[in-house]
């Protein structure tokens, strides 16, 4: 089983939907956990940190079980720009990535 | 403030030859990461340092890869002899010990031919 599990993907939508990625982990010992975007050919980009309450930033909102191990991000009015790599990103004292899920917002 | 500088951008080899990277991180950041992103894939993580000390080398392949960070600032990851898989984007990240966020460098594009 791997470490940190996404969402196959792709993703496709088009502009306005609301799209949401899970993602589930296997150390029950991990400490923080965040989403990354990653344009193409560009590095990975801190997006978002995820806490147990729940957080929102705009129009994306993480959220995170603890006790099913699992991680989501929702992203509401989906922009031509949101067009990306989203990864998921677990830390147990080091920084542990999944394979990602790309999405494609369309006009 | 100066993100992870890492260089070359582009390396292209024959299999079999060594090449280099090398990574500045962000100025203060005593983690340092190297990872290897394959075409399609997630980054995975080959090497942590904390400072100058090895945390995490559990994924590097000891019998063609090594990484040094001798004065606990920049780094270099060398690989010898070259694979024709070794072709990938190594990417270097650096971060606070008390912050975990990652902040990442554009990137080494190795290609092995």
């Known amino acids: 089983r791997k470490e940190v599990e996404q969402d196959p993907g792709p993703f496709n939508v088009p502009e306005g939907a609301t799209v949401a990625f899970n993602c589930t982990y296997s150390n029950s010992a991990s400490q923080s956990f965040f989403w990354y975007r990653q344009d193409c050919r560009k590095e990975p980009k801190l997006l978002m940190s995820v806490y147990s309450s729940g957080n929102e930033d705009g129009r994306f909102t993480a959220q995170l079980n603890r006790a099913s191990q699992y991680i989501s991000l929702l992203i509401r009015d989906s922009k031509l720009s949101d067009s990306a790599t989203y990864l998921c990103v677990v830390n147990r004292g080091d920084m542990r990535f999944g394979a990602g899920t790309r999405l494609t917002v369309k006009p | 403030e100066a993100g992870v500088a890492q260089s070359p951008r582009y390396k292209i080899i024959e299999k079999r030859q060594s090449v280099a990277f090398w990574c500045n991180p962000i100025s203060g950041h005593a983690t340092l990461y190297w990872y290897q992103q394959i075409l399609g894939q997630g980054p995975k993580l080959l090497i942590q340092?904390?400072?100058?000390?090895?945390?995490?080398d559990s994924q590097l392949p000891k019998d063609r890869f090594s990484a040094e960070r001798l004065k606990g600032v920049d780094s270099t990851l060398k690989i010898q002899p070259a694979k024709l898989e070794d072709s990938a984007v190594y990417l270097c990240?650096?971060?606070?010990?008390?912050?975990?966020?990652?902040?990442f460098g554009q990137g080494t594009r190795l290609t092995v031919v």
């Open positions: 990240a650096s971060s606070l010990v008390s912050l975990p966020e990652a902040f």
């Open positions: 340092f904390q400072n100058n000390g090895v945390v995490d």
